[in-house]
């Protein structure tokens, strides 16, 4: 009624004032049963559902000019629910009065609680469906294995595979469930449809995950030495859902965004356009937003995707979180994993425990785990690598070895089979892709060679270091007779210990020096030590005719 009244009040002053050719900026509307003595300029007041305006310019003036409201249309009521209103009622109107109505439209089963709307699902809209069990007493090998369908044991130091031909499809989803018993060591491995391996299993359990088979090869179940267990297993086609709890469509026709209609059971929601959401067995606590996003999930738990195609061959990968287009897209078992920015891991199939953050990072991997990457581009080379951490821009591009750190745009992108280096600083790096122990600190400098320390730039003047200075190495070796290098000495410091008659004594460097400067002190001024000779790989002291100790230290200047 409000509604109808401003609307008719809106067209009423704007033709009123084209009419007399003003308008106002200013409108008070009153209503009441007598008209008011005073007014001001473009008042309007409803007496009897009639309309009045004041067409006076003057304050305290009145000049009323009427118009009459034509009464409105009531609502009828259009039934109970949604799917019986008539068109052009309102379903479940409990009046049909103009001024007040109120509705409950419902979905579905009866007895919704009025203002909420309920969609009740069946078991179509709750979970994929299972077909018939495809396992049977036919057509299994089972050489070294004791028993018989469905319960096999593994036989003394067995390693030969349980198989069973199946009728499996290329492309089409299966459940498969396996029970291990009586398990005290060893573990086996399982694969189906040309997924393999699908689990490796090392505990008396119950297994049941997805497989979107790859080929036509049927169950095989491939013990260790050790194995002492027996397995019962049980196959069994997926039908996806075909019915949605709720389906939204574009213009024309097609489906833009369904909403699937889990158990409640489960905990997980899935929205998205194309979405199969094969959820079986144990899976649960999974969260798809997105076209695609964990489309294939079968038996995963805890996973959560957001983003065109994040996390879509997910089958019974864990505790995954993919958050951009195609995050994660191809990981099938891998778990822990973390992806956010557009492509990040999307070629990690089973690798765990992985973090990358930014666009393309850590796009590469498949199998590799614990790695860390921050940044676009970081990483992305790396397919197999362990325990590599990038920071930065492009920071270990090529890396493809273990053990990595750079830290700064560009930092280490050199580096590719190498391995254990440690390079801070932007645009600092290896100067060959398999060099390995390098220890880089600093801003655009290079490790030219393995197990190298590269600290400051070409215009550091001064390094400071606080407290003792503790070098470590293997002791140099000397060739001289009556002289020996302490136990405690390394290439760069140490001490020479003369006997009783030695003059003279040549110490060899472990490894060589470019331009090493050696400096000399003595316990005793009497044994008088100089360099007679100084070389890349040695030096020559000669001393008095005397027994002491002479305290070295080596600098290589560059």
Sequence with gaps: MRKKLALFLSG????????????H??????????????????????????????????????????????SPTPIASGGTDATSAAAGTVPNATSSSASSWTATPTLGA?????????????????????????????????????????????????????????????????QFSITTTGMSAGSITVSLGGVSPIQSISSNTTTIFGVDAAGTAGLSITPTSSFNGTVTVSVKK?????TYGLL????????????????????????????????TGTAGMNTGFGVHALELETSGLGNSAFGFDALRNNQTGQQNVAFGTYALVNNTTGTDNSAFGDDAMNSNTIGENNTALGQGALAGNTTGSQNVAVGLDTLVSSSTAINGTGVGFKALHDSTAYNNTAVGAYAGQTIGEGQQNTIVGASSDVSAAANSNCVVVGYHITCTASNQTVIGTASTTQALVYGHAVSHGTAPTTSSSGCAVGSASNDRNGVINLSSGATACVVTFNVAYTAPVVMLTPTTATIAPYLSAVGTTSFTVVVAATSGSVYFHVEDVQ
């Excluded at 009897?48 to 000019?65: D, E, F, I």
């Excluded at 909420?116 to 069990?133: C, M, V």
């Excluded at 294995?145 to 469905?150: K, L």
């Design 12 to 23: 009423f002053l704007l033709a009123t004032g084209l009419m007399f050719g003003r308008a």
């Design 25 to 70: 900026e200013t409108t008070n509307v009153r209503h009441g049963s007598t008209l008011p003595p005073t007014c001001n300029p473009g008042d309007v007041f409803v007496k009897s559902g009639v309309l009045y305006y004041n067409h006076s310019t003057s304050a305290g003036t009145c000049s009323w000019v009427s118009t009459a409201v034509a």
């Design 110 to 174: 009866s007895g919704t609680t009025a203002g909420r709307l309920t969609i009740d699902a069946t078991s179509a809209t709750d979970a994929p469906a299972l077909g018939s069990e495809l396992t049977s007493s036919s057509g299994w090998t089972s050489t070294g294995w004791t028993g018989s369908y469905d319960s096999w044991t593994n036989g003394s130091s067995n390693t030969f595979a349980l198989s069973e031909t199946l009728p499996i499809s290329i492309g089409s989803l299966y």
């Design 238 to 242: 997926i039908t996806p859902i075909s």
């Design 248 to 279: 939204l469509k574009d213009s024309t026709g097609a489906t833009s965004m369904r909403f699937s209609q889990e158990l409640a059971s489960n905990a997980s929601i899935f929205v998205g356009g194309g979405a199969y959401n094969l959820t």
